[in-house]
């Protein structure tokens, strides 16, 4: 599975971006796919997956309520609405994909390239 991310950039408190991740390179239908991210001088950490079959989704508390995952299957696309941005929400994000007997968010088969989200203040 070979994943590109794309949409990131700067956007002031409050404000939304959206990021998009494209995949390809084999079927999706065991995997959930969607984002972790890394801010300055942490470890990367979970935010939301998405089920590739059936829907189901996944959020880390600290964006539920502000961000929201989707997908297109046509498109082989997964999108992450961002919406009330916070300074806090500043990081490199990483689109990723990870089989569905794994445990949420703790060890993605494949992994994207960064796009970086940065929210000031």
């Known amino acids: 599975v070979q994943l590109q991310a794309s949409g990131g950039g700067l956007v002031q408190a409050g404000g939304s971006l959206r990021l998009s991740c494209a995949a390809s390179?084999?079927?999706?239908?065991?995997?959930?796919v969607g984002w972790f991210r890394q801010a300055p001088g942490k470890e990367r950490e979970f935010v939301v997956v998405?089920?590739?079959?059936?829907?189901?989704?996944y959020y880390t508390d600290s964006v539920k309520g502000r961000f929201t995952i989707s997908k297109d299957i046509a498109k082989s696309t997964v999108y992450l609405q961002m919406n009330s941005l916070k300074p806090e929400d500043t990081a490199v994000y990483y689109c990723?994909?990870?089989?569905?007997?794994?445990?949420?968010?703790?060890?993605?088969?494949?992994w994207g390239q960064g796009t970086q989200v940065t929210v000031s203040s």
């Open positions: 998405i089920t590739w079959s059936g829907g189901s989704t």
């Open positions: 390179g084999r079927t999706l239908s065991s995997y959930r």
């Open positions: 990723a994909a990870e089989r569905t007997w794994k445990m949420i968010g703790k060890a993605p088969d494949y």
